[in-house]
Each structure stands twice: as structure tokens, then as C-alpha cells.
């Protein structure tokens, strides 16, 4: 038998009445932040940046596309990757079709990340992906926006991420099991997959020059993960106690077989 509440329909409506308060008030909280996030002053961009993309090499402003806004994804795919990051590869199997709906609403939405431009496209055909994916491996676009960093960063420095200093140490060649985990589906050893971050940043182009307006680390992104928001919906909610469960969305069917 259940361990659960069990209760009639009006018991269960009337708790249902006082969560939609609770839910509306949330809506508001979140409706201030996002005003929030358009009131940040804007900081010029003033480096000139050149992305590999399908087409060729593209500048930062050419990834506009002819629209005043741009929004990039930092998609965890190191050089040495052989796969994309699985987080980041379920976050982006939504970007398909919001990208279509940006792109008509005068915002480019944009994958970028440091491996080669074949290897970034090869792996979007495996998914089953159309959205645009530049290279910024021979750029310091990603160390700037600090989603990637060194080894000799993190053994003698430190890093910022997620706008806090974490300090110097001396790296765990192992990780734990989650880290190797999600390192092992990206082909690569823990410390290898740790020197790229998740991220996303936010431009605007204004009278010929472009400017920096929002970035966004860690679980910052939640927001633009779509599987999160049904699963909080869900009556087991995300179900996480154990850590990361999900796979490349091609390879559960291999898991099934297996099990």
C-alpha cells in the first residue's frame, strides 16, 4: 500500500486551491526576475571573435543573422569530447523547435562550444539536431565567458565559475561516480570533462556594436531544460536520489536490451 496522503476529490481540490496561490505568486516572483535580467547594464563586447560554423567562418556579429539578439548556448564539448556531455545533450533535444520561433522573433539561438566544427556536426546528425553550432576552439570566446579553463588554471589559480572563486586543488583523476558517469558517456576522463562548463549568454546588437547583457551557469540553465519542468509535474518529481539517470536519448534503447 501507499506510504502517500490518500484523500477525497473536495480534500484534494481545496489543497490544490491553496498550491495555485503558492503558484501564482511564483509566476510573479519569476516575471520580476526576468525584468531584472533585461535591466542589467550592457558591457560592450570589444574583442572581435571568429567562429567555425557549417557555413564557414562567421564573426560574433554574423551569428546575429540579421536579428538584434543572440542567444548561445555553452555546450559542454571539449576538443578531445567524443560525444557531447549528456546533460547538455538533453537540454539540448528542446532547442530544435524554440530555435525556429526565436529566429522569427528576432533572437538567434546558437550551440557553441570548443571542438571542431566536424565533430560538433557529426554528432548533431547522430541526434537527430538542426539548430545552428559554431566552433569557438580556435577563439577564446569560451575562457572569456568562463565556461572553459585549464589544467594548469585549476592546479595554480583557481577558476571563476558560476560568478564564485573556487580555489586551486590538486585534481581528482577519478571524480566520483556521477562525474565519471557523465565523463565516461563523453568519451573522456573526468578531469578532461571538467575543464568545460554548462552556460548560456545573451548579446544585443545596437547601432553597429554588440554588447553583453546576461550570462547564466550551473543550474542557471534549469530554465531552458525541458524535461525538468515536466518532471516537477510529475508525481515522483525528478526522482533523483541516486544522481543522474538520463542517457544520450539514442542510447536507452540499449539499456532496455541490456536490462
Given at each position: 500500500m501507499t506510504s502517500h496522503a490518500i484523500g477525497t476529490r473536495e480534500e484534494w481540490l481545496a489543497a490544490r486551491l491553496k498550491l495555485l496561490e503558492a503558484?501564482?505568486?511564483?509566476?510573479?516572483?519569476?516575471?520580476?526576475?526576468?525584468?531584472?535580467?533585461?535591466?542589467?547594464?550592457?558591457?560592450?563586447?570589444?574583442?572581435?571573435?571568429?567562429?567555425?560554423?557549417?557555413?564557414?567562418?562567421?564573426?560574433?556579429?554574423?551569428?546575429?543573422?540579421?536579428?538584434?539578439?543572440?542567444?548561445?548556448?555553452?555546450?559542454?564539448f571539449g576538443p578531445d569530447y567524443k560525444a557531447g556531455c549528456p546533460s547538455c545533450s538533453a537540454i539540448a533535444d528542446g532547442f530544435n523547435g524554440s530555435a525556429?520561433?526565436?529566429?522569427?522573433?528576432?533572437?538567434?539561438?546558437?550551440?557553441?562550444?570548443?571542438?571542431?566544427?566536424?565533430?560538433?556536426l557529426a554528432f548533431r546528425e547522430r541526434m537527430g539536431w538542426s539548430f545552428p553550432w559554431a566552433s569557438s576552439g580556435?577563439?577564446?570566446?569560451?575562457?572569456?565567458?568562463?565556461?572553459?579553463?585549464?589544467?594548469?588554471?585549476e592546479r595554480t589559480q583557481g577558476i571563476d565559475y558560476n560568478f564564485r572563486h573556487q580555489p586551486k586543488f590538486e585534481w581528482r583523476t577519478d571524480g566520483n561516480a556521477i562525474e565519471r558517469s557523465l565523463a565516461g558517456m563523453s568519451g573522456v576522463d573526468v578531469p578532461t570533462y571538467h575543464r568545460d562548463r554548462p552556460g548560456l549568454s545573451a548579446f544585443?546588437?545596437?547601432?553597429?556594436?554588440?554588447?553583453?547583457?546576461?550570462?547564466?551557469?550551473?543550474?542557471?540553465?534549469?530554465?531552458?531544460?525541458?524535461?525538468?519542468?515536466?518532471?516537477?509535474?510529475?508525481?515522483?518529481?525528478?526522482?533523483?536520489?541516486?544522481g543522474p539517470w538520463w542517457l544520450h536519448r539514442d542510447r536507452y534503447a540499449a539499456r532496455q536490451a541490456v536490462s
Open positions: 503558484e501564482k505568486a511564483y509566476t510573479r516572483q519569476g516575471d520580476a526576475l526576468a525584468e531584472r535580467r533585461q535591466a542589467l547594464p550592457w558591457v560592450k563586447v570589444e574583442k572581435d571573435y571568429v567562429f567555425q560554423t557549417e557555413q564557414g567562418d562567421a564573426s560574433l556579429a554574423e551569428l546575429f543573422q540579421g536579428r538584434s539578439q543572440l542567444l548561445v548556448y555553452h555546450f559542454m525556429t520561433h526565436l529566429a522569427n522573433h528576432d533572437v538567434m539561438l546558437w550551440a557553441v562550444s570548443r571542438a571542431p566544427i566536424d565533430k560538433l580556435e577563439s577564446d570566446f569560451n575562457f572569456d565567458y568562463n565556461v572553459s579553463f585549464t589544467e594548469m588554471q544585443i546588437r545596437e547601432d553597429g556594436a554588440i554588447y553583453h547583457t546576461y550570462s547564466s551557469y550551473s543550474r542557471g540553465v534549469d530554465g531552458v531544460w525541458g524535461m525538468y519542468a515536466w518532471l516537477d509535474r510529475a508525481p515522483k518529481g525528478r526522482n533523483e536520489a541516486e
